[in-house]
């Protein structure tokens, strides 16, 4: 087992890597397929304003120090790898099958990976640049039939990267001693301006993220600071990336900033086999549809990728227990659902909202402020501390409540449309709604 902190947020860091990577049904023929790579894709600086994609991504976060503390970095990235299918007369193809086994160009996504380290009070002095340098490269596989006859090659390309990181510290203002630490990560490989994005992708930096370590001090929640920390948290500059606290709950130690939001200290699941590529996704459905797969679609997937022909072989080997383990985990304490007691009769509902007269979404009213709210209320959104990362940016809006619900343990939950939504009509169409506490809530004036 590694005893470097920062692989403590590995399994997470990775699932950032390669969200989205490839989706279902993990084909290239497939038209999601068509168009990848959503997230963190820092693109030479010549094609920003052309793509519309950018080139650099900014990271701040406000850190609690210690006298000769030491800042560890790791940049990780996906570096685009073409793969194309040569034959013995040199013709590359889409897709050639020998005997029987179809061989297909694509674009692999390979992990690249810059670690660092510097003294902490060294970044008062002046900002300090990491380089980031991956030269070119150019690998060959050889495809021979049943007899030994060399009928075609496999052959991976990369182009050449180059690109920096910069750490600076700034000293808070107050009586506390903090830092605000930023850190920029900046695509610098020279290209044509013209370069389209298919090709530009194979200079880019692709799902950038970073993971932070500090052996003295400590990283503050950007999401929930301690009060005197607060208005330096909110004065930070966060452009296309997020920091979270990372490890375990209760540990300050380790930073994750990523162009997806996350929450502090984000785990995965204990139930999820395998990366699925897509962490918002449930895991049983896209399991069960990767299992319905014909054995020709899955031929082509597997020939797709070999995370794709993972993915395959993992799902195949997936057995009910498994399958039983995905459907409906609830973990309101934290526990896996086997180790969750039965507390009702088997093949008996415990509980049948439709027949409790006790509840009415319809009708039922909560205390905001003193004040009773119901559907039709109008309401003020203040979510803060325990709420939602993306809620937090809806601070402040004006909604509409939809219904009062109660659940099985007391808790109240209000849902609400927010009223400047362009998609709310439809959205309240489809019963979809936003859910708030309300302590979350405001009445207004």
Known sequence: MSTDPL???????????????????????????????????????????????????????????????????????????????????????DRLEVDGVPYTAWDEGVPRQVDAAVALDALADAPVTVDVTLPATRTEEEIRDATGTLRARVVRRS????????????????????????????????????????????????????????????????????????????????????PVLAGPPGDGSLLLATPIILEDHPQLAPESPTNLFDGTENDEILALRTLALTDDEKREARATDPRAAHIVDAVDAMGPAMFERLHGAI??????????????????????????????????????????????????????????????????????????????????????????DPGADLQATHGRFRYFRPEELAVPL
């Open 331 to 420: 973990r309101p304490d934290g526990r896996a659902p086997d180790e969750i007691p039965t507390l009702t009769t088997p093949g008996t509902p415990w509980w049948d909202p439709g027949a409790d007269a006790s509840v009415d979404p319809e009708s039922d009213e909560t205390f905001v402020d003193g004040h009773p709210v119901a559907r039709g209320s109008s309401v003020i959104l203040m979510p803060g501390r325990g709420s939602d990362a993306q809620d937090v940016f809806l601070r402040g809006s004006a909604a509409t409540v939809q219904a009062v619900l109660h659940d099985v343990d007391g808790g109240t939950h209000v849902a609400v449309s927010i009223d400047d």
């Open 159 to 242: 182009d050449a990267v180059t690109g920096r990181v910069v750490l600076a510290t700034t000293p808070l203002p107050g009586p506390y001693g903090g830092l605000r630490l930023r850190v920029d990560v900046v695509n610098d490989t020279d290209v044509d301006p013209a370069t389209p994005r298919g090709e530009a992708l194979r200079t880019a930096l692709i799902s950038a993220h970073t993971v932070l370590g500090l052996d003295r001090g400590a990283f503050l929640s950007s999401a929930d600071p301690p009060q005197w920390a607060a208005p330096a948290v909110a004065a930070c500059v966060n452009a296309r990336s997020w």
């Open 7 to 93: 692989d403590a947020v590995a399994a997470v860091a990775d699932a950032v890597l390669f969200e989205g990577y490839l989706l279902y049904p993990y084909r290239a023929s497939a038209q999601k397929n068509a168009l990848r790579w959503q997230f963190g894709v820092l693109v030479p600086p010549a094609t920003a304003d052309a793509l519309a994609e950018p080139s650099a991504s900014r990271t701040e976060c406000v850190v609690d120090p210690r006298a000769g503390a030491t800042l560890r970095l790791r940049l990780r990235f996906l570096g685009l790898q073409r793969r194309t299918v040569v034959d013995v007369d040199g013709a590359e193809h």
